[in-house]
């Protein structure tokens, strides 16, 4: 038994009649008879009184009438919704992002989204980098804004760098660093640091060891926080001093003061990552409105990953 078996008998039980019935599914009279016939079959039971003038529904027919209906209803409707949520899926966008590093680069990507497509709509998560590569491959997230310090752990995804940004020191107005117009690594090697959690950014971990390793062997973090709010929090506190992009002084105001480094360091750069072979058309327009570029719809090679 199968949907077509209900669909055809509903239809006769409805009209009452096999040339009508016939004629409102769009099929010819022989088949009809046939799949009814089977389905009496099936069931073992006479759904149907037939005569050379009449066609009536017999008790069980009448019953079964009523199920078959429910159950036809019902699957229109899981269709439809099935269809209404793949519909909403390639108008919606899921995108992890990094608030500090983005700050500057996402409300610009969002305007440049909404005038290419204007009836899709963007779902923003404030996620770690953990989190959004987690999101990528597990498939809750169509795209990630991230600080590519350890791009090729993204491999199997589209990374494309957006931006750089200059790497700064943060600190607490009142510090004595405030009176420098850049700070030397060797003496920020001495200083106490926060930073971003070693669990959801690893990666900063091995950059700060990295950067400080010709003045330390281990450097003097004293706090790790989940997000970038919270560690300008920290820093403001007073509890450290902390490594980061320049755009996180739009999240920080006057609380706190940023300075350049001596010797300047590389700047962070600003990526996205996507699976650009499964790409809905509101995926790569977002891709492209954060690049500040035109989609390419037809684009679905990996460029090679860029590991600083």
Do not use: C, N
């Given at each position: 038994m199968d949907l077509r078996h209900l669909r055809y008998f509903v239809a006769v039980a409805e009209e009452l009649n096999f040339t009508r019935a016939a004629?409102?599914?769009?099929?010819?009279?022989?088949?009809?008879?046939?799949?009814?016939?089977?389905?009496?079959?099936?069931?073992?039971?006479?759904?149907?009184?037939?005569?050379?003038?009449?066609?009536?529904?017999?008790?069980?027919?009448?019953?079964?009438?009523?199920?078959?209906?429910?159950?036809?209803?019902?699957?229109?409707?899981?269709?439809?919704?099935?269809?209404?949520?793949?519909?909403?899926?390639?108008?919606?966008?899921?995108?992890?992002?990094a608030a500090s590093p983005t700050i500057e680069i996402l409300p610009r990507a969002l305007q440049r989204f909404h005038r290419m497509k204007p009836q899709a709509f963007v779902q923003l998560h404030d996620m770690s980098t953990q989190a959004m590569l987690r999101g990528l491959r597990e498939r809750t997230l169509d795209v990630a804004m991230f600080v590519s310090l350890a791009p090729q752990e993204f491999a199997g995804f589209t990374v494309e760098e957006i931006a750089t940004y200059p790497i700064r020191v943060a600190m607490h107005p009142k510090h004595r660093f405030t009176r420098m117009q850049s700070v030397r690594l060797r003496d920020l090697a001495g200083e106490a640091l926060v930073t971003f959690s070693r669990e959801d950014y690893p990666e900063v971990h091995r950059g700060l060891a990295k950067i400080l390793a010709p003045y330390t062997r281990s450097p003097n973090v004293v706090a790790e926080y989940e997000t970038a709010v919270s560690l300008i929090a920290g820093v403001e506190a007073g509890h450290g001093l902390a490594l980061l992009s320049e755009t996180a002084g739009r999240l920080a105001g006057e609380r706190l003061v940023f300075r350049a480094l001596d010797p300047e360091l590389p700047p962070l750069p600003i990526s996205v990552a996507y699976r650009a072979e499964k790409a809905s058309s509101s995926t790569l327009c977002f891709v492209a409105a954060a690049k500040g570029t035109e989609p390419k719809a037809s684009r679905r090679r990996r460029p090679p990953l860029a590991v600083p």
């Open positions: 004629a409102r599914l769009h099929v010819s009279l022989p088949p009809l008879s046939r799949q009814v016939r089977d389905l009496e079959r099936e069931l073992g039971i006479d759904l149907l009184v037939r005569s050379t003038r009449s066609v009536r529904l017999t008790e069980a027919g009448k019953l079964f009438q009523l199920e078959a209906t429910a159950i036809l209803r019902r699957t229109d409707e899981a269709v439809e919704s099935m269809r209404a949520l793949t519909r909403t899926e390639h108008r919606r966008v899921r995108v992890g992002y």
